[in-house]
């Protein structure tokens, strides 16, 4: 019994996953953080958000070798 639990756990993270890379906006991840009770959705989350926040640093930083025209 605990193990088919277990499973469904997997497979709920495992959707939880698909749908958090979905979300583009910091705002909105953070409501599912402070809705999500359990401690793996609560760590999926969190790495979704440090996730965007870098992408959002790389795309600000200027490029540190811009290519000149040729």
Do not use: M
């Not at 996953?17 to 009770?37: F, H, N, P, Y």
């Not at 401690?39 to 440090?50: T, V």
């Amino acid at each position: 019994r605990s193990r088919r639990l277990e499973e469904e756990q997997q497979t709920a993270l495992a959707a939880l996953s698909r749908q958090l890379e979905a979300i583009t906006d910091v705002e909105e991840l953070t409501k599912l953080l402070r809705a999500a009770g359990e401690y793996e959705e609560r760590k999926l989350i969190r790495a979704a958000i440090r996730k965007l926040r870098a992408e959002e640093i790389e795309g600000e930083a200027p490029s540190p070798c811009p290519r000149a025209a040729t």
